[in-house]
């Protein structure tokens, strides 16, 4: 019976039917199947949409429905929940912008979708956010990755900005900066000092796990 219900959160996602994830999960509750196993049914639904979208099979729309779906059902997951619950099946926490001087969203907006619908607690700073903010907020919100998307050229010194920064404020080992955008690159990356690139919101995905996974070992 709990592997049906799981069966039902995964296809939820991947048929991105908020009413059967509803179901699936309030399904989840009454049969007290654990949070990290439910949350890790949607997560690899969420794993089939984002693959999908890289081989150009979905599209934004279909993102952001899968994460509607998500949202529903990690609201009822959770519900009953204690924060020190919540926090044990979180995979870490990530700030995510778009770097000052630069008002584009789109590309930021699928990565905080795809990451909150992977199982990480991320803030959305917005667009255009001036590099000490980035920095303040980090330290209050107790980030493991800062995540910023520069979409113009004349905006990627903002990224090089933020890891300076941090190296002035002696938090540059504090945190994993993860860089994304179009006109960014491994080389641009490298040559900053940051630790991590990505031209798509998955491949974002993939990088904080990776780094996150190391982390806990």
């Known amino acids: ?65 899968a994460g509607k779906a998500f949202e529903k059902s990690a609201e009822i997951l959770t519900a009953g929940v204690s924060v020190e619950e919540r926090a044990a099946s979180s995979k870490g926490k990530v700030l995510a912008h778009t770097v000052q001087g630069d008002i584009h969203s789109i590309g930021k907006n699928i990565c905080v979708i795809l990451l909150k619908a992977s199982g990480y607690e991320v803030y959305d700073a917005g667009v255009d956010v001036p590099v ?29 900005d933020i890891v300076n920064l941090l190296k002035e404020k002696g938090l540059r080992d504090k945190y994993f900066v993860l860089f994304g955008g179009a006109p960014t690159s491994q080389q641009w990356v490298e040559q900053i000092g940051a630790d991590g690139w990505s031209d798509t919101g998955p491949g974002s995905v993939r990088v904080a796990n990776e780094y996150m996974s190391q982390k806990k070992k």
């Open 1 to 65: 019976m709990s592997q049906q219900i799981l069966d039902k959160l995964k296809k939820s996602i991947e048929t991105l039917d908020a009413k059967l994830a509803e179901e699936a999960s309030k399904e989840a509750v009454a049969a007290k199947i654990p949070l990290n196993t439910s949350l890790e049914a949607l997560t690899k639904g969420i794993t089939v949409v984002s693959d999908a979208f890289d081989e150009g099979e979905m599209f934004i729309p279909h993102l952001i429905l």
């Open 132 to 160: 000490q903010d980035i920095v303040d907020k980090a330290e209050e919100m107790g980030a493991d990755i800062i995540l910023g998307s520069a979409l113009m050229t004349t905006t990627m010194p903002a990224q090089r």
